[in-house]
């Protein structure tokens, strides 16, 4: 039986409680990945879900498919957002194109077809062979089967050996120095962040976005512990910094302005109506201020 026709889902309870890579996600990561797995279970490719194409709202597939699943799930959406982008860089979800693909339940889908293969095989020799031999085909038929298993166990150790993603060699070739490098993975290490590919490439996202070298952010990154980036953090800093501009004439002067110094005596009720617009819609007068000197 294909996986995806078991009423139940298969969990490890062991490797659930021990795994260090889930153990590092919050209480709502845990929440959201076994409401997904539930989800994927369900697929008819087992443990990988496409993307619905009316859910493709935006550039960032992690925000459509956080769509996609609330709609599905009934749950709130920016709470399941937040879940994928914590298991997405633990590595425990993988976003692939528009498929999102859990990598355990397809090992364990590979698996369970490998096993199916070899049962059948064995159920052939079984009918072939005198009874007499059945038992030397059961071994050897397990045998076959462990052989498989250990196989695949190899080619997908290799693989994830192959993909291991190397976060400093990555900055390097984007131009950063390896000073800053070393501080900012002090830090990073200090929060048990894990330096996955999702997790950099995002943060060279967000390096281009704030338009400073990538020397500057993480000297900012450094400074204030940062363990990663947020474009908007910085223009939250600059726009705090700037002071706020103080205005050049009081209400006297300008009612004075109005009455005294404007030369279109005519126009005065239009201009100082003007001016009460614009003190109520922008709480400043700075617009009726250029006019009224533009005008002397």
Known sequence: MALTDNPYLSLYVRDWLTSNKLKLCSANAHGVLINIMCVLHRENDYGKILLNQKFKQTDKQHTNFALYFAKLLALDFAEIEIGILELLDAEILVIEGDFL????????????????????????????????????????????????????KIDNKKEVLNK???????????GASEKFIDEWFKIRKAKRLVNTDTAFQRFLDEVKKSKLPINSVLQKCIEKSWGGFDAKWVQDEINQEQPKQEQKYSQEELNRMCLINHPQRGELQKTFSTYLYLQEQSKNAYEFIKFIENDK
């Not at 698996?111 to 095989?121: I, Q, V």
């Open 101 to 152: 693909i859990q990598p355990r339940m397809i090992n364990d889908a590979e698996l369970s077809r490998t096993r199916a293969l070899s049962g059948s095989k064995g159920g052939k020799k079984t009918q072939k062979f005198a009874k007499k031999f059945a038992k030397a085909n059961n071994k050897a038929n397990t045998d076959i089967e462990i052989d498989i298993e250990n196989e695949i």
């Open 164 to 174: 291991k993603f190397n976060a400093e060699k990555f900055l390097l070739e984007n």
